[in-house]
């Protein structure tokens, strides 16, 4: 089966992308000028442009739309106002999560999510399956390319191009028709690197010309990133993935996002089990973890403590701003509090750890 490709695909071959199957999509994992090291770096310190037109897109219409939306999230959009961004898990009834996602409100009536990319098909299923009536579900995933600039030049680069104060744009805010190099994008302040940034959403024959209109208005400050660096970043800065901190089988409350888990709202999908798990407590937590011995913690190794299993990393790597390795696990509850020594198994053999509080990276603003 051929692998899917993006509307960038020829930018990643006119920049050289090592391509791989990221999911069934053909995506640069890296670029041969530079490398997965040097892009992390990139984005720290000046900015970078990623493609992530593979994530799924639905659009949300009705009277009901908010209705739905609600039932659908852990998270409470009530307050949310028009044009502003809210994250969520999205849970089945026994509180495993579905998927975690990015909820754009226009008004009451019409929201537009953001939706893992593997997870599209699946979440599309599980909305049409949950729909109310006189609600109307798109899956609009084919008629968006996204790109995303982050980085602390970020800001500057864009609004060299752009016609709106972007300024005006708060994080987690967005604007529908924003013009960038006369090219009509949806832009919000948003991210999945740590550092600030933006995402523009436009039409796939427009992607293009877009990337390089951005790599032209940031020469010598932007550069194209890739997968790679978009991960290390991502983990670094301690963001959830799908698949590793949450899955059908993790909560949001064994991953720690009791915020955005709200009981108080009168319903949702999971509202019964994920009540009776705050109630009792999580029996596993998921902590933070640095490496005391040599050797670096990657998801799926098993963490033992005086010999017994008591969990697993679910993400792992160096840290390359930190200059360390860290990890995050889910471990039973009674092991996740800072400062337990324990033992990752990495090739058959314990190598030392401690838990901790505040290790991974956080922006100076």
């Known amino acids: 089966m051929s692998l899917k490709r993006t509307p960038l695909y020829p930018m990643h071959q006119k920049h050289g992308g090592n391509m791989i199957d990221f999911g069934g999509w053909e995506l640069p994992v890296e ?79 019409h929201y537009f999510l953001v939706i ?11 909305m049409q399956e949950h729909k109310l009536p006189g609600v ?35 994080y987690y805010w967005f604007r529908p028709a924003v013009k960038v190099a006369g090219i009509e994008c949806i832009v919000s302040r948003t991210g ?47 963001m959830p ?5 949450l899955s059908r089988e993790i909560t949001p409350l064994e991953a720690r996002l009791d915020r955005f888990v709200k009981l108080d709202k009168p319903s949702f999908i999971g509202k019964e089990a994920l009540a009776k798990q705050k109630e009792k407590g999580p029996d596993r937590l998921l902590v933070e973890l640095e490496m005391t011995g040599r ?20 993400s792992g790597g160096y840290a390359p701003t ?13 092991y996740a509090v800072p400062g337990e020594e324990i033992d990752i198994i990495i090739r058959n053999k314990p190598v030392k750890a401690r838990t901790g509080e505040g290790l991974f990276y956080k922006r100076t603003k």
């Open 241 to 245: 993935l799908y698949g590793h901190e």
């Open 136 to 170: 109307t579900l798109e899956n609009v995933s084919e008629t968006y390319a996204e790109l995303a600039l982050q980085g602390p030049l970020a800001e500057e680069v864009l609004q060299s191009i752009c016609d709106t104060d972007l300024k005006e744009i708060n």
């Open 31 to 109: 670029y041969k000028a530079t490398g997965i090291i040097a892009e992390h770096h990139q984005v720290r310190q000046k900015a970078g442009l990623f493609d992530v037109s593979h994530m799924g897109e639905v659009d949300i219409r009705g009277e009901k739309a908010e209705e739905f939306v609600q039932e659908l999230i852990t998270n409470d959009i009530s307050a949310l106002k028009e044009n502003q961004v809210c994250y969520s898990p999205m849970c089945y009834p026994d509180g495993g999560c579905v998927d975690d996602l990015l909820i754009y409100k226009y008004d009451r009536n």
């Open 295 to 314: 050797g670096i913690p990657r998801a799926g190794y098993e963490i033992q403590k005086n010999g017994q299993k008591i969990g697993w990393v679910t």
């Open 192 to 238: 999945y690197t740590g550092e600030d940034g933006f995402e523009l959403y436009t039409s796939p024959d427009k992607a293009c010309e877009l990337w390089e209109a951005i790599l032209e208005a940031g020469k010598g400050e932007v550069l194209p990133i890739g997968l790679g660096a978009r991960d290390t970043l991502r983990f670094e800065a301690k």
């Open 116 to 126: 893992n990319a593997a997870n599209t098909d699946k979440d599309f299923a599980w």
């Open 322 to 334: 930190l200059g360390k390795n860290l990890g995050l696990a889910l471990v039973e509850k009674e």
